[in-house]
């Protein structure tokens, strides 16, 4: 029954929200309700328990139920600060269509029918980021349509190599060009680096819930597909040529993307700092040892907390006050927001005691069999911290705008006074429980590491270590 629910509850609740699409803040409301029941069908869902409906094979996997989780929880951030900023007029829906998906991948043991949800997933994220709120008099601008079909099409061809591959491994398995398309299919549609093209532009020409919900939920529903894949056919990855070539393509994102930050400007100097951070999830993958999938999976969480703490805290930074020029000006909320970009930010570097310490260490450990990977790894690592250091400088040391001339008492006395609002009250309740959640995953891994070693003990292409 809860495998059902999984699949048809978005979908039910997706065509509510495009009826009520007029309303916007209403229909992102509805929708973060409903995803909320479906994190908790997800939580309450049984885990390796097969059953047959409709004639197909159904079961959710521990490890997908823990990746299918975080989807469904970054989509809730999203909605939950879309109801608070402008949004697409269809981004509810879609939102709830991307889990309807998600759910999909997660549940039917069938790594070929997860390549076409994957496709499909692809083409209403496109639709994403081309959406436009009721309200708007403007045209989609040029540059975003570029965006969305060069993202579309990077999908496109992801998912076609992947497919091309799983047929030519099912026909002859162990063929080297099977296994070579397979992982550049899975490269394309993670966006590792050099497949990142549509990636650092999205920042700059979406909303800031569309983001979050294209870089967060869409990119980890790659990753659901790929987890889901290897549940069935574990040898993809601990095949030595495959293995390789996760270990080089992990270790160019990691270097390629620190060094991109370092040049970059701001909003996507932040995108290629989230690639980069892929990269260390892959090299935790591809080292096929328990301890290294443990840290994969447990920098997913870091991963998924970082991508809600950026989208919350730039829709506070950057929120426009009537009256004035600068963003962000009141000294009651910057701080709040700053700490929660600092504390995004560095998540994603590992700096203890954040959540990301634990799994990034776990990682670089698992990675001691191979020198060479351990040494580029720690040369990003630099890179990545130069970055994250000139992207405060920018955010928060530096005015948004040129500042003027300093004016005389008695001209600032004749100004008009300006008494801004607060933010919205949801958008800082939101920031405060994420900012918390980093904090006690920090203080106490084992909160999340000990369920995640579990999991991994039943993952077929896990080995000792």
């Not at 209403?26 to 885990?47: G, Q, Y």
């Not at 829906?93 to 039917?108: E, F, K, R, T, V």
């Not at 730039?314 to 927001?337: D, F, K, N, W």
């Not at 995004?344 to 670089?364: D, K, R, W």
Request: aromatic content about 4%; charged content about 5%; glycine content about 10%.
């Amino acid at each position: 029954m809860n495998a059902v629910l999984l699949i048809a509850w978005p979908c039910a609740m997706a065509g509510s929200c495009w009826l009520l699409r007029r309303a916007a803040a209403f229909a992102a409301a509805l929708a973060s309700a409903a995803t909320l029941v479906e994190l908790l069908i997800v939580m309450r869902s049984p885990v390796d328990d097969p059953l047959r409906v409709l004639g197909l094979s159904v079961v959710l996997g521990g490890s997908a139920q823990l990746v299918f989780g975080l989807v469904v929880a970054g989509t809730l951030v999203s909605l939950l600060v879309s109801c608070a900023l402008p949004q697409g007029e269809h981004t509810p829906a879609i939102a709830l269509l991307l889990l309807s998906c998600g759910a999909g991948i997660a549940l039917l043991a069938t790594p070929l029918l997860g390549t076409v949800l994957m496709l499909i997933a692809g083409s209403l994220a496109v639709w994403l980021i081309l959406d436009l709120p009721s309200t708007s008099a403007a045209l989609t601008a040029p540059a975003t349509i570029g965006t969305a079909l060069k993202f579309l099409l990077l999908v496109f061809l992801g998912v076609t190599l992947l497919f091309i591959g799983l047929m030519l491994q099912t026909a002859v398995p162990g063929q080297r060009l099977a296994l070579a398309l397979i992982v550049l299919g899975w490269a394309l549609l993670l966006g590792l680096v050099p497949f990142h093209l549509a990636l650092p532009e999205l920042a700059a020409e979406t909303t800031l819930p569309a983001l979050g919900l294209v870089t967060g939920s869409l990119q980890l529903l790659a990753l659901l597909l790929i987890v889901t894949t290897l549940d069935v056919q574990p040898e993809l990855l601990s095949n030595p040529l495959s293995q390789q070539l996760v270990l080089a393509l992990g270790s160019i994102t990691v270097l390629g993307g620190g060094a991109w930050a370092l040049l970059a400007p701001p909003r996507r100097a932040l995108m290629f700092i989230l690639t980069a951070h892929w990269g260390f999830i892959a090299l935790g993958l591809a080292s096929s040892q328990q301890l290294g999938v443990v840290g994969a999976l447990a920098l997913l969480i870091g991963h998924g907390l970082s991508v809600a703490l950026l989208v919350v805290s730039l829709s506070l930074l950057e929120r426009r006050v009537a009256g004035r020029t600068e963003t962000a000006s009141l000294l009651r909320e910057r701080p709040l927001a700053a700490t929660g970009l600092m504390m995004a930010l560095l998540t994603l570097l590992g700096v203890p005691p954040l959540q990301g310490f634990t799994p990034l260490a776990l990682v670089i450990g698992a990675l001691r069999r191979h020198p060479q990977v351990l040494a580029v790894g720690g040369i990003g690592l630099l890179l990545l911290a130069l970055a994250v250091a000139q992207l405060i400088q920018n955010f928060l040391l530096r005015p948004q705008v040129a500042t003027a001339d300093p004016a005389s008492y008695d001209e600032v006395q004749l100004l008009p006074t300006v008494v801004p609002d607060y933010a919205p009250l949801s958008l800082r309740l939101l920031l405060l429980v994420l900012i918390g959640l980093g904090v006690v995953g920090g203080l106490f891994p084992h909160l999340f590491l000990e369920p995640i070693t579990t999991i991994t003990q039943g993952l077929p292409f896990v080995g000792a270590g």
